[in-house]
């Protein structure tokens, strides 16, 4: 079951502002959406290896060669905060 | 007797470890030298998480990692696979880190470490491969900082993340795992202990009958062994007032050498793992073979093999294997003078000298050390002035030879002073005969006529001596 609370909770994680009078009504949709997909359990999936990945391919690799990097100018674009080459946030602990 | 615990210290250690001597990142091709560039110069669509850019995993930074987990005694994973960890923080900025979660590349692993009863074995838990994220500055001072700033140029390094159980007993324990884990990863040559950020800790540390706290932020062995004392300190004084110590993550403040509590807003996370959709699962365990056969002499096998090939003490064995720089400069050294003479001024003295200076062994040149050596066996310099030679060569630079010459350490050969001490018997008839009549004083004159002769270079008791020994002949 998922609360107004956890509603607001994954809100915060994601950093997305939740209206508290949206908190109710998005709490009962995802508990929809859970039911639905509640539908699964009934499935056997005894020695059924669980599916971490769709296609079938292991071992996909580079090697280990440096190539050159974007300017600083470039690797700065696209970004409206920066300060002598730096990215620049707000103040963080 | 049993390691003295009375408060049930308990330590676990995590210590991320960064591949830097690879030389590409781990999901990228920018280079992992980025040390001395200019910020936010070494980065690329993919560790700056820009949209639309695809990770792909280095074939080499798998391997090293292998490399560690077996050299760490670890079982390396039939398959495994990248996690998404993610949280919100500047310094990642696709929001969240590609990390390993349920199948990390290596588990339970061992080291065995020196304990004051003996050996100790340390469990590994497991090791596992992560990113590391961008580097974090604060604009003033950290109080009053009116910003932050970042550089992606860390961002996307191969790190392996090694977690240990909570067998470690103190913060001395901790310390010497510490180093013997570091020396073992730098016998593999994967990392490079030297770089700034290259082995970073966090501890989980426990008393008995209370929570366990994280401390994060410690950059050193030394902080780490700082920061745990801190530690149990808090936690004893809470305790011995009746408080409880409350499960939190604390960030050690190197400067003040003390740890503040995190506000528990960032403390708590949820990480809402879950695979990585845009990297192929790895199934790498039938490469282990071929990885063992990389594997170089660890410093346990290699202080045996000191042990029974150079016939040295094992104090000396422990000390020139510590650290795999001062082991391969030992046996260079070794090759041209006598073994055992070597190990006693490579560990005993230079060693001793480059700690006190905080240098690494890098600082003193093989030829250097070979011909400082030689010249104490073939009686040319005396051990105290080698000593002055070395320190020297650290303190200012130089040739041995030219430092020995430029400061007159040249022993004065044998038959100089003998010479020296026959031609003052010779011209001074009044002083020996005054000898002979029981004035003691006239041997000191004597003995001053010699030094005066041989410009001070020879030994005042050695001419003593040989004066007696001919005035009674």
Known sequence: MITKEDVEHVGWLARIEIDENDADEYASQLNDVLNHFEQLDEVDTENVPPTYHVIDLVNVFREDVAR????QDKALENTSSSKEGYFKSYRII | MAEENPDGVVIGLEIHVQLNKLNSKMFCACSTDYHNSEPNSNTCPVCLGLPGSLPVINEKAV???????????????EQTQFHRKNYFYPDLPKGFQITQYDYPIANDGKIVIESDEGEHVVRIKRAHMEEDPGRMMHIGNIEKSKGTLIDYNRSGMALLEIVTEPDIRSPKESRRFLDKLRNIIE????FDSNLEGAMRVDANISLQGGSRTEVKNISSHKGAERALLYEIMRQKNIMRRGGEVTMETRHFDEEKGCTVGLRSKEAEHDYRYFP???LTPLRVADRVPKVTKTLPELPDAKRERFLSQYGMTEMHAKALTSDIRVSEFFEEVAKEVDPKTSASWVADVLKGELNYRELTVDAFKVE????????VTQDKITEKSAVEVIRQIL???GKPDEIVRENGLLKVEED????AVTETIQENEQAVNDYFAGKEKSLNYLVGQVMKKTRGRADAKEVRELLVDKLNK
């Open chain 2, 416 to 419: 100089v002073v003998s010479k």
């Open chain 2, 368 to 375: 250097d050390m070979i011909s400082i050596i030689q010249m």
């Open chain 2, 63 to 77: 391997e090293s990692a292998m490399k560690v987990g077996l050299a760490l005694n670890c079982d390396i994973v």
């Open chain 2, 395 to 397: 303190d200012y630079g």
């Open chain 1, 68 to 71: 050159e990097s974007l300017t």
């Open chain 2, 276 to 278: 990585e959709p845009d």
């Open chain 2, 187 to 190: 016998y593999l040559e994967v």
